[in-house]
């Protein structure tokens, strides 16, 4: 099978279910036990899209899961470098982390300019529906060209967690 790579990164402050994201996209599992990721876990699945491209319809995502942690943000630059896109990660029960969006959002695309973002406000089963309309709209004021959309997700359910990996790889072929 003829694909091409890209790098991806998965960021956001520590808990927000970056890693639950990936497991769940990648390996289809889900679980309640919580691991801290320690510096980058890099994973790759292979997506095939039905957009006709010259160079291939099938992409790998190589995705990067970077650590959430306070400390580790003065080394993080080094792991976001070369990325063609990232999924930012909030989560819904937590309202400072959707107010630290803007922060990832701005570092990541200082170091990759042209690189497309989408915003995944996670753990969305937690919430209730008033909440999650009020944490949309405060998304859509980050939206900018980069920022192809923003999705409520759910790693435990499964809820538009393929669908975020799904747009970002669309974005990445036809770019």
């Known amino acids: 099978m003829k694909y ?5 990164c998965l960021i956001g402050d520590f808990g927000v279910g970056k890693t639950s994201l990936i497991r769940r996209f990648v390996d289809g599992e889900f679980s309640d036990q919580y ?3 320690v510096g980058v876990k890099i994973s790759r699945k292979v997506i095939t899209t039905d957009i006709k ?5 099938s992409l790998q995502l190589i995705i990067w899961d970077v650590e959430g942690s ?8 080094n792991y976001l470098q070369g990325a063609r896109g ?11 982390t ?11 695309l ?3 300019p042209q690189a497309c973002v989408i ?3 996670n753990k969305a089963d937690l919430i209730e529906l008033e909440y999650t309309e009020k944490a949309i709209q405060e998304c859509q004021s980050l939206l900018s060209t980069q920022i192809t959309a923003t999705y409520l997700t759910s790693a435990k359910t499964g809820n538009n967690v393929d669908e975020i990996f799904t747009e970002l790889a669309h974005k990445l072929i036809l770019l």
């Not at 091409?4 to 991806?8: C, D, E, M, N, V």
């Open 110 to 112: 200082s170091i990759n």
């Open 70 to 77: 306070q400390k580790f943000k003065g080394i993080a630059p």
């Open 53 to 57: 491209s010259p160079s291939s319809n």
């Open 35 to 37: 691991l801290a990721t």
């Open 86 to 96: 990232a999924v930012i990660v909030a989560d819904m029960t937590r309202s400072e």
């Open 119 to 121: 915003i995944a406000l």
């Open 4 to 8: 091409t790579s890209q790098k991806i």
């Open 98 to 108: 959707i107010k630290n969006l803007r922060q990832h959002i701005q570092q990541f």
